[in-house]
Nanobody
Framework: QVQLVESGGGLVQAGGSLRLSCAAS????????MGWFRQAPGKEREFVAAINRSGGSTNYADSVKGRFTISRDNAKDTVYLQMNSLKPEDTAVYYC?????????????????WGQGTQVTVSS
């Protein structure tokens, strides 16, 4: 069983930056592909970014490409999402997800484990 805990959310002004962290229990991060999703009130959960098991391949939603960067440190059992040039449209609860596979995917249903979420609010 993989347990995920997100942290790093908060309130920032437009144009600011935040770095989200996702800590996994045990030595599990190296065994799973990881993804970040977000969900705003009244909207469906949407894909943000993903990274494969080894960290050698990444994918991003068009809405965040060039602004967000996903990375992982398997030695620390942690995955990160660096968010720069934040916009009010980025406001949402951000969820970390893990998939027991080599290749990451943007499909929500393909992930096996989810964190509790962390709130990101971007003011104008």
């Amino acid at each position: 069983q993989v347990q995920l805990v997100e942290s790093g959310g908060g309130l920032v002004q437009a144009g600011g930056s935040l770095r989200l962290s996702c800590a996994a229990s045990g030595r599990t991060v190296s065994s799973v592909a990881m993804g970040w999703f977000r969900q705003a009130p009244g909207k469906e959960r949407e894909f943000v970014a993903a990274i494969n098991r080894s960290g050698g391949s990444t994918n991003y939603a068009d809405s965040v490409k060039g602004r967000f960067t996903i990375s992982r440190d398997n030695a620390k059992d942690t995955v990160y999402l660096q968010m720069n040039s934040l916009k009010p449209e980025d406001t949402a609860v951000y969820y970390c997800a893990a998939r027991r596979a080599e290749i990451a995917t943007m499909t929500r249903g393909a992930y096996d484990y989810w964190g509790q979420g962390t709130q990101v609010t971007v003011s104008s």
